[in-house]
């Protein structure tokens, strides 16, 4: 079940990083289908399916908000280190 969570949150860090919000709503429509079935093929009672299902789905949108975080961060870094790069480049003047 560990591993299913573990799983759940990488996949939300890559949907944050490269994706907008409707994915999330597609990723996690899908994750829950999928821990479902697999919780109904692995014989696991149902509390523990639904708790690996909830577990699945927090890592997932928890790991979202990190991916967004972490793309928004490196996209203002990289703005400002071209800004002052353009700082630098001196100006050609005619004469």
Same mark, same amino acid.
Request: charged residues 15%; without cysteine; aromatic residues 6%.
């Given at each position: 079940?560990?591993?299913?969570i573990a799983g759940s949150g990488l996949v939300?860090? &890559?949907v944050g990083c490269r994706y907008?919000?409707?994915a999330l709503l597609a990723?996690? +429509?899908?994750?829950?289908a999928a821990v479902t079935a697999l919780g109904l093929l692995a014989g696991w009672p149902l509390v523990r399916t639904v708790v690996a299902v909830a577990g699945s789905l927090i890592? &997932?949108?928890g790991c979202y908000l990190a991916?967004?975080?972490?793309?928004?961060?490196? +996209?203002?870094k990289s703005r400002?280190?071209?800004?002052?790069?353009k700082a630098r480049v001196p100006v050609p003047?005619?004469?």
């Open positions: 079940m560990i591993w299913v939300g860090l &890559l907008a919000a409707p990723a996690s +429509a899908l994750a829950a890592a &997932l949108q991916g967004v975080g972490l793309t928004y961060v490196l +996209a203002r400002r280190a071209n800004s002052r790069d003047r005619g004469g």
